[in-house]
């Protein structure tokens, strides 16, 4: 694990055209339906990537993601090199080797505002084994030039510590955070959110804290119970979807990660458990706690369901349903590698968690975890493996976007494994550098998807609302379906380290117009709330789920499509919901109009009867 540091940004363009000024956003051709077949519940492997999954940077654009690697000797090659990074086509499953040049390793990374993502962090030029490249400006087997000073690690200490943190783009000289001062060894990748209020949400070893980053100021919250969720011990977090039924306000979840206690509970006795060189970290069982807080509304963490078995590094992914899935990690150990003798080869982590499970939020206590129809996977994800929701689908070019036939509507990406210090397989390694590359499918999968028309390319923080229509299809036959109908947006996030950096779910205020003569309906949306911090500008994906089933995701862009300050603008109003029965004048007036087209049908028919029966006469 590095100190952080900023690395690299990865040159993908803008992936959404900026509306002209003035210009009302038009609405994204209507999405189809998934030209696949998947098994819902159950993993496919989809073909072997060209890097090791160590990082997936959410979607490049609706039809491609991209994978980082540390430096290391990935048997592709570009530019004279071994490849770091790769780009992946979801509907060819074609993939190309892309040129990073220096060590990734650890790095973390988001979407900013006008699309382009950025990877930070990293580690020191390395050459064979992971080991210090001699020269830290390039040259040596791999050429990976740094020139600075960056440390990598297990865990932290006082001696490499970088307790700071910058903007970028950049805003002046780093910053001192009192938090991560305090809380060695454990402080790397601090578990951090921006919440709807503005303020942080830093977690960090056993600490919490709010920040105020505008303030530069710190209010403590209670420590969080059970287990230390921060890498190495690496819980699976996510913020829990935000709504109009709980006024968009922001609840953490916490599950797993591992439970580093001694018998004197101090900070010295826990940083020496951390550090402590007899402690065999893989046969040290993970925690299945989970927790959650409202840190806006408490101060205090309250229990949840548990997980239905131990895991470190589980990834925690939105599904358009509203539902998380829980996957990939380890029931014993943490991340981490190294070369010591009670290392799994050279892990730190034992016992695969290979079945995953769902949670959903809005069951009651007691019920939230299911494993019900979820089939095993039967590749160990443990350290350095990711996964990320895919929107999937065909979607035709309009405009200046541009969208593809991609055929896996509402998969799960899953990618990755690496223990080990340097690219390392063979038969006898017990979890190798892993290439083999998955995807879920849920279980809404094989279901019919409602093609709503009308989502629009690009959202505002308040500003009109607008309309979106489902016809029977739709609706399965019953215009009733519409009262249970949502439009949600969903950011997937940059996935790594068993973390999702910027996943959110976001539900639109909606009402809905249904009739019942023809069972079609008409919802009428809300622009996001009038409130970036909200979710944040930049690229997301909309769903619009009917019944738990969603349509495919389609791209859009939050905000300007530029960075800086975003308009806030009043919020639109939404008519009352309705369902209209069906038209008995409408119906009357149809039988009525039927009749008088059967009756010249019916006085031919007489007439040729009677004639008949004269001629018989």
Known sequence: MATPTFLLSLAIPPLLAVLVAGQAPSSIPTPGQPTRVGVPGQFEVIGESLVSAQQVSGIGTENNVFLVDKVENNPTRIDGHPAWASGWTLDSNAQRPMDAITNSFCAGGNVMGNGTWVNVGGNQAVTYGGAAAASQNGGGPYDDP???????????????????????PPKGASITLPILQRTLPANL??????????????????????????????????????????????????????????????????????????????????????????????KYPASTSCVRITPDISESYVQDDPLPEQRSMGNLIFLPDGKILCLNGAKMGTAGYGNQSWAVGMSYADSPTLTPAIYDPAAPAGKRWSRNGLGASQIPRLYHSSAVLLPDGKVQ????????DAPYVGSVFVSGSNPNSDYNVGPDIKYPTEYRTERFYPPYYNSRRPQPAGILSQLSYGGPSFTISLDSDDLFGDVNNVKNTTVVVIRPGFSTHAMNMGQRFVQLENTYTGHAQSNTAVLHVSQLPP??????????????????????????????????????????????????????????????????RQQPYLVWCVTLLLGWVVSMW
Not at 155 to 163: F, H, I, R
Not at 398 to 403: Q, T
């Open 146 to 168: 740094d020139g600075r000073q960056s440390y990598g690690g297990y865990v932290n200490s006082a001696n490499q510590d970088n307790p700071t943190y910058e903007f970028f």
């Open 531 to 596: 409130n970036p911090a909200i979710l944040a500008p930049g690229p997301a994906l909309v769903f619009v789920v009917v019944n738990g089933v969603p349509s495919v995701g389609v791209q859009v862009m939050v905000g300007s499509g530029k960075l800086g300050k975003q308009d806030i603008l009043p919020i639109g109003d939404l008519p009352e919901s309705s369902v209209a029965p069906p038209d008995v004048a409408h119906t009357k007036t149809h039988n009525a109009a039927r009749e008088s």
């Open 189 to 282: 990748f601090p578990l951090t959110w921006l919440l709807p209020s503005g303020r942080l949400l830093i977690q960090s070893n056993w600490e919490t804290v709010l920040y105020d980053y505008k303030k530069q100021k710190e209010t403590p919250l209670d420590n969080i119970p059970d287990a230390v969720r921060v890498y190495p011990a690496s819980a699976g977090t996510a913020m829990l979807p935000l709504t109009p039924a709980n006024n968009w306000t922001a609840t953490i979840l916490f599950c797993g990660g591992s439970d580093v206690k001694t018998k004197q509970l101090t900070v010295v006795a826990l940083t020496r458990r951390w550090l402590d060189p007899d402690w065999i970290i893989p």
């Open 397 to 404: 070019s309009f405009d200046a976007f541009i969208f593809s």
